[in-house]
């Protein structure tokens, strides 16, 4: 990877966040994109206030970077099915989508990697996204092989399962339970029965850096996950005995969402791909989660 000049786009998101300086140790010159300046920004990483969601925005930021390499991790993650996440959602991960192909195409690029989601639903004649992301996600998807099937763009699709670990916004599941849990309080769930291919960020962005530097041929979907499902009430459960197991979680208090959705990722073709597996376990990745947030209780946003 050395030497690339490469773009990530969502630089203040949480998996751009682990990304960021693995591309800077492995030496790529580093641009990141975000829609309000960064908070934090490493040394001799290059920052660019932008909103890809605007086509000319993201025409002039691709024209203005050259990217040997884009990284397209902006998105709006809020997976519900509510109505009024569907323009947003729209806009975020699928509008922004396809302007960055679009200027990449033209402008040139060794590399595109899309992130996907597991959540997006298998080809099928009753395809039913179950969320606005996952429609969204799916629909990006599909911009990405007719891209490079029609045009060449050498766009690689990374289908994450589902990630946490240490920094993930406070809304999501598990740190919205470890916050509980800290602050002696019983977790608020949905029934949880639903189960999860759970993948601990530092694994994924492993899987990550290897598509970035090559490893996947042009075209190709990767998934990236332990290839194992497991319920939600066992990921809280297990949470609850790391922390304190005199607190018992109200499973049921939340609605479940509606057309659920299992899948695991195929880990066996992404080894042969990638020479890539997650090798962090639930209880390690859990247990450096928890620590940090310990730590930074105070610190974490919605």
């Not at 309000?36 to 925005?57: F, I, K, N, S, Y």
């Not at 990405?144 to 240490?166: D, E, K, N, Q, S």
Request: hydrophobic residues 45%; neutral net charge.
């Amino acid at each position: 990877m050395s030497g690339p000049r490469v773009l990530v786009t969502g630089a203040s998101g949480f998996l751009a966040r682990h990304l960021r300086p693995r591309l800077r140790a492995a030496g790529a010159e580093v641009h990141v994109v975000s829609r309000r300046p960064l908070a934090e920004l490493a040394p001799r990483e290059h920052p660019w206030t932008m909103d890809v969601v605007d086509e000319g925005q993201a025409r002039a930021l691709v024209q203005a970077v050259k990217p040997d390499v884009l990284v397209h991790l902006a998105a709006l993650t809020h997976a519900a099915p509510d109505l009024d996440l569907v323009l947003p959602t729209f806009h975020s991960a699928l509008a922004s989508t396809v302007n960055l192909l679009t200027a990449a195409t033209t402008q040139g690029c060794r590399r595109i990697v899309l992130a996907g989601s597991v959540e997006e639903p298998i080809a099928g004649p009753d395809v039913r996204p179950a969320s606005p992301y996952a429609a969204a996600k799916w629909a990006a998807s599909a911009y990405g092989r007719m891209f490079h099937a029609l045009y060449g763009a050498p766009v690689v699709i990374a289908r994450l399962a589902l990630t946490y670990g240490p920094g993930q916004r406070a809304r999501k599941v598990i740190p919205t339970t470890i916050r509980a849990l800290l602050r002696g309080e019983a977790p608020r769930l949905s029934s949880a029965t639903r189960a999860w291919d759970v993948v601990y960020v530092e694994d994924a962005v492993d899987a990550l850096a290897r598509i970035i530097d090559g490893r996947a041929p042009d075209g190709a979907t990767v998934d990236i996950g332990t290839g194992r499902l497991i319920p939600l009430k066992s990921v809280a459960e297990q949470l609850v005995a790391m922390i304190d197991p005199h607190i018992v979680p109200t499973f049921g208090a939340l609605t479940d969402r509606p057309l659920p959705h299992e899948r695991a990722a195929d880990a066996a073709a992404t080894a042969e791909l990638l020479g890539w597996r997650a090798t962090t376990s639930l209880e390690t990745g859990l247990g450096q989660t928890i620590d940090w947030y310990r730590m930074h209780m105070d610190e974490v946003t919605r």
